[in-house]
C-alpha cells in the first residue's frame, strides 16, 4: 500500500480515535439544567459526526483503491473517473494568502461586531467558496446557496436553539 494510502487511512482513523474518547468522557456530564439541551448533547453530536464523516472517506479511500486495482477494459480511461492517476497539484500560496485574509477580516467583523452573524457568515463563505471554485457561475450560484443556508440557518440554530449571544451589527 502506498505510503499516500496510509495517510489516507490513518488521519481518519486518528480522529475517530480522538472523538470516540471525548465520546467516553462525555457520558460524565451533568443533565440538562437550566438552559434547554444541556451540556451533553452537543459534544455528543459533534463526536457522532465525526466519527460518520471520518468513515465515509475511509470507505471513499476504500474505493479508490479498489477501483486503481480493477483491469480496465477501455483504452482511454476517463481522468475524472475514482482511481484515475491524479495530476500533481501545485501549491497555490496567493489564494492561501487570500483565505487567510479573509479569515482574519471575518473574524475581525465579528469582533468589532460591524455587522450581523448572518451577513458576515454568508458573505465571508461566498466569497472562501467562491474562491476556491474559481467564481464559476455554476460554483456561484451553489455557493451563494450554501452561503446563505449556512449564514442564516447557524444564526437561528445559535441563536433560538441554543440561546447563544452573536454579533448583531448595532451597539
Known sequence: ????????????LFLIGIAAAFLWDART?????????GPAPIPRLICWCVIILCGVVIGQVYLAHRAAEAPTGSPDPDPDAPGAPEEDVKPQPVLALIMLGLTVAYVAVLAARISSFALATSVFLLLTIGGLNRFDRKGLLLALVIALVMGFGCQYLFTEVLVIDLPTGTE
Open 1 to 12: 500500500m502506498k505510503k499516500a494510502r496510509i495517510l489516507e487511512l490513518g488521519v481518519p
Open 29 to 37: 456530564l451533568p443533565g440538562a439544567g437550566f438552559d434547554r439541551l
